[in-house]
């Protein structure tokens, strides 16, 4: 009976054993660090107009060098805990210094012309609390808009100007909501729009998106450039009003092979006043912005080989933007029509791209650097993933 108990006891401090170690190896696999990127160049030109420098491209973010040039390396550091992990997302090279434009504070600061948080995309860590709740906290790429900065995460490889032109990244806290298999919701409060190092204005800015079977309405409301101090010698300086906007993505699958994504955002900045406490309403109290509405559209051909549109209209209104023609009322809008291509070898994407931009002002320049109101162009890009 004695050695009975003996080989009982035995028996189950093995089983603990083995259940413990089966746990820890499954802690230690969850908790792997894991490194992934991508790296990307590109081939650019113009058809009918210069292309020398990069404002005879139109006015989008990244694919906007002339001939032959890079876009970055992407490498992202990550660790998925049970309870908690992390992302380390570093971007080295001009379409990553174009991303991060708003890391120069630090250095600037410190009396430098660069410093090390001009690599950084994203940086956070995040505690899941519990299965339907995580809460965020550091810089972490926007909500809004349909497309990436990450060339891998986009059909097209040039941008859209809804993208160029809304946020690129936010610094603050995050709580995500998982309400059901088709439900989600998040809530926000960040540093303004892009000030990703540090928060020198003293204001911030709330974010919020609601989620429902693949369609997301995103919001953000704050005000962008702070409270400029009445007691300081800067007579003339202006202080803007707060910053809305209001944005809708979607995208469905039509059948196996075809593909719908949707994008449609509103951007207003409300009428602020000067600091010697004359209002800009004095002058012309309606806000200013823009709004924008795109279609994407995909079909695979083969497991290889998928092409794709993207049409997108895209206004400004009462002189939000500079980036395009403006009529006397500071009004203009630009369609733009780009058909990509791609073509997959293993881990590697060649895309090749034609893109025609049409504006309702002169906002382009032809061969003989006249203005006028369209601009076509070509890319040949090529992206590999690891």
């Known amino acids: 009976m004695k050695n009975r108990n003996i080989l009982s006891i035995m028996a189950l401090f093995l089983s603990f054993s083995v259940a413990f170690a089966q746990e820890e190896v499954e802690e230690t696999e969850s908790s792997a660090v894991t490194v992934s990127g991508s790296v990307d160049a590109y081939f650019r030109t113009n058809l009918g107009a210069p292309n020398k420098l990069p404002g005879d491209a139109p006015g989008t973010s990244f694919a906007n060098r002339p001939g032959f040039s890079l876009g970055m390396v992407n490498l992202v550091l990550a660790k998925e805990g049970e309870k908690a992990g992390f992302?380390?997302?570093l971007v080295f090279g001009p379409r990553g210094e174009d991303a991060v434009f708003g890391s120069p504070m630090n250095s600037v600061l410190n009396g430098s012309l660069g410093g090390s948080a001009q690599i950084v995309n994203q940086l956070y860590a995040y505690w899941n609390v519990s299965d339907n709740v995580t809460l965020t906290m550091g810089n972490f790429n926007t909500f809004l808009g349909y497309e990436v900065i990450s060339p891998t995460a986009n059909f097209n490889y040039s941008t859209s100007y809804m993208f160029s032109y809304g946020p690129f990244s936010h610094t603050g806290l995050k709580a995500d909501f998982a309400l059901s298999d088709d439900m989600s919701a998040m809530v926000s409060i960040m540093n303004p729009t892009d000030m990703t190092e540090f928060n020198?204005?003293?204001?911030?800015?709330l974010g919020?998106?609601?989620?429902i079977k693949g369609v997301y309405f995103n919001f953000?409301?704050?005000?962008?450039?702070?409270?400029?101090?009445?007691?300081l010698d800067t007579d003339g300086d202006f202080s803007a009003g707060s910053t809305f906007q209001g944005d809708i993505t979607a995208g469905f699958d039509l059948s196996d092979n075809l593909f719908l994504g949707l994008n449609a955002t509103y951007n207003s900045t409300g009428a602020g006043e000067f600091v010697n406490g004359t209002s800009i309403e004095d002058v012309d109290g309606d806000a200013a912005g823009?709004?924008?509405?795109?279609?994407?559209f995909q079909v695979a051909t083969s497991d290889a080989l998928s092409l794709g549109a993207r049409i997108e209209y895209f206004q400004v209104y009462n002189g939000g933007l500079g980036v395009i023609g403006l009529d006397a009322d500071g009004d203009g809008s630009v369609i733009d029509l780009t058909l990509s291509a791609q073509y997959k070898v293993g881990d590697l994407t060649i895309i090749p791209e034609f893109r025609l931009d049409s504006s309702s002002e002169d906002s382009f320049q032809d061969n003989d650097y006249q203005p006028t109101k369209s601009l076509s162009s070509f890319v040949l890009a090529a992206v590999y993933s690891f």
């Open 290 to 296: 823009f709004y924008g509405l795109a279609g994407y």
């Open 87 to 89: 992302v380390a997302d």
């Open 208 to 211: 919020a998106q609601f989620g």
């Open 200 to 205: 020198i204005v003293g204001t911030y800015t």
């Open 220 to 231: 953000l409301y704050g005000d962008q450039d702070g409270k400029l101090d009445e007691d």
